[in-house]
């Protein structure tokens, strides 16, 4: 177990100097609590804990010891079912030879218009997060020009679906409208939120963001935060989505999903939610991409002269094969934007226990984290409430992060 403190420094208040372990994880010893007549309360469990005032620059009096494991990777496995196109080219899996083996991506079609989506999202984290500083209104307004390109970001945002909640029921399309367009509907925004995600609840919140941005209202960073959170979501739900698409509609959308993961990368890169999973978890990372693999593995090995069939016209056996592969892939997903959030909580318990601000990893991580609550309910996990429980808090405290921490390690072990 891992004691947690402040990064690489001496803390004012501590009798000892402060190492870094790396990935957010420190050791602090021998400091005492702080005064709680000077300090907010002490939260308890993410049920039930309030949280400190890190703003002010004290410290959490919860970072006393504190104690996190280390995340542990090593026992994480490939499924038996699994594509494995890194190792010995395929040979060790139960796939059939495929365009994919070896680990390289090959493009159906012409470079996808996702691969710019995913610049102009690395464009507006240069404007907005990246660098640490404090951005300006028209940082905001530069950014809020780069969202709205025509065929850009926003357009693809306002009508992304979340395919993990069950469709529009088909007496509710409106038939001027396109089936994969029905999520622009105002009624079904309306009647079914959690499936047209992008229009009804990433699409507000950004624009809300942008606007308080541009106007001064708030802070900047945590609005940054929040615009960096609806976006990291939308490319999370589009490399899902257009995968499924591949399958059902066109197949240059497998395309679609590896630019949408990768920002038109290979393994060793990777803009956008690749380059956010690649910075944290390699493993994860590596998981993800070969999860895409397998998606492009199915459609290789269901062409037929040149031609892709859609999954509704093949047989059972083609059909579960796409189910396997399409559920390899959402595994990965899941296990590396865990670790994404993760490492945001790590940051988040660094600053409470330094007493820096904590705003904007907050704002990120009440978006962002939420959106994992789905797959942890389905899961059956008990540490499901805890997860939920804790993005409802106004202010954690370091504690309640670090069981967040635990909760999220034991409903996504491994990919």
């Known amino acids: 177990m891992l004691r947690l403190g402040l990064i690489g420094s001496w803390c004012s208040s501590c009798c000892a100097p402060v190492v870094s372990l790396g990935l957010g994880l420190f050791l602090l010893s021998g400091c005492p609590a702080a005064d709680p007549m000077e300090t907010a309360t002490e939260g308890g469990s993410a049920s039930e804990g309030s949280g400190s005032e890190s703003e002010t620059g004290e410290i959490d009096p919860s970072c006393e010891g504190l104690e996190l494991a280390p995340l542990e990777e090593a026992s994480c496995q490939p499924q038996e079912s699994d594509y494995m196109p890194r190792v010995d080219n395929s040979a060790g899996d139960s796939w059939a030879a495929c365009a994919p083996d070896g680990g390289a991506y090959p493009l159906i079609a012409d470079t996808p218009s996702s691969v710019a989506r995913v610049e102009a999202y690395e464009a507006i984290a240069a404007l907005l997060w990246a660098d640490g500083a404090s951005p300006s209104s028209e940082d905001f307004t530069a950014a809020r020009d780069i969202y709205a390109t025509p065929e850009g970001l926003e357009s693809r945002l306002v009508r992304r679906e979340d395919l993990h909640y ?62 960096h959170a609806g976006l990291l979501w939308f490319l999370y739900l589009s490399v899902y989505k257009e995968a499924n698409t591949c399958a059902t509609s066109k197949a240059k959308d497998c395309d679609s999903a590896w630019a949408y993961y990768t920002g038109g990368s290979d393994i060793s890169g990777g803009l956008g939610l690749a380059a956010a999973v690649r910075g944290v978890s390699v493993p994860s990372h590596e998981r993800i991409w070969d999860g895409v693999l397998a998606v492009r593995c199915w459609r290789d090995l269901t062409q037929e002269a040149g031609e892709y069939p859609l999954l509704s016209e093949l047989d059972a056996a083609d059909q579960q094969l796409f189910a396997q592969a399409a559920e390899q892939l959402d595994q990965g997903l899941h296990r590396g934007y865990a670790r994404v959030i993760r490492a945001r909580l790590e940051s988040m318990i660094a600053s409470k226990c330094d007493g820096s601000s904590t705003a904007a990893d907050w704002a990120f991580l009440q978006v962002a984290g939420a959106v994992l609550d789905r797959e942890a309910l389905d899961r059956g996990s008990p540490e499901a409430a805890t997860l939920q429980a804790l993005w409802d808090l106004e202010e954690p405290s370091a504690q309640n992060l670090a069981d967040g921490i635990t909760a999220l390690d034991t409903v996504f072990p491994c990919g």
């Not at 069950?166 to 001027?176: G, H, Q, S, T, V």
């Not at 995600?197 to 624009?207: N, T």
């Not at 606007?211 to 945590?222: F, K, L, M, R, Y």
């Open 166 to 227: 069950p469709e529009i029921d088909m007496a509710d399309w409106d038939p001027l409208v396109d089936g994969d367009k029905q999520c622009t509907v105002e009624e079904n925004i309306a009647k079914y939120p959690e499936r047209c995600a992008g229009p009804g609840q990433i699409s507000p919140l950004i624009v809300a963001a942008f606007a308080a941005g541009q106007t001064g209202d708030g802070s900047p960073e945590v609005n940054a935060a929040r615009i």
